[in-house]
């Protein structure tokens, strides 16, 4: 006899999908998703302020050719108001590029960074379920 409780991939299909028949089902859940990566980012992953480049160099006596290294300080972890109009539209900014994949080049904290990774793989997993829903609805 097989047990009832366990959990399987079917079921997270079922769950997320409809088992590839319910396009709404994979297009609510990649739309909770965003907006859970939205306010995780707003929270935890946007720096306090872009970090600034720096340019130290020397100037040799007499003249000559100057040299300079630019550096970039490393993002800090955000105090304060979190939650502002700004701060929204770069996590928004950050949210739907990682649904296509693609890499916002906007600078995250640590957490910022493991939570672009996450939503880089779930989110374009929910997007690719509700085509494939959208697409066994027109094959019939």
């Known amino acids: 006899m097989r047990p009832t409780t366990t ?16 396009a709404s089902r994979a297009l609510g859940w990649l739309a909770a998703a965003m907006l ?3 306010v995780l980012l707003m929270g935890l992953g946007l ?4 970090p600034k480049q720096e340019a130290t160099g ?7 050719r100057v040299t300079f290294e630019i550096d970039k300080a490393d993002p800090q972890n955000p105090t304060g ?5 700004e ?17 916002s080049g906007q600078d995250l904290t640590t957490a910022g960074t493991y939570i672009e990774m996450a939503s880089r793989i779930a989110e374009p997993v929910l ?3 509700a085509v494939l829903a959208v697409r066994n609805r027109v094959k019939r």
């Not at 720096?47 to 872009?50: A, E, F, G, I, K």
């Not at 108001?81 to 109009?85: A, E, I, S």
């Not at 539209?89 to 590029?97: I, M």
């Open 81 to 85: 108001k979190r939650y502002t109009g």
């Open 58 to 64: 020397t100037v040799p006596p007499g003249g000559g």
């Open 127 to 129: 997007l690719g379920l």
């Open 7 to 22: 959990t399987s991939a079917a079921d997270g299909y079922w769950l997320l999908s409809g088992y590839g028949l319910r």
């Open 47 to 50: 720096p306090r302020d872009s």
């Open 87 to 103: 701060r929204f539209e770069k996590a928004l900014n950050v949210t739907l590029n990682s649904v296509v994949f693609r890499s």
């Open 36 to 38: 859970v990566t939205v």
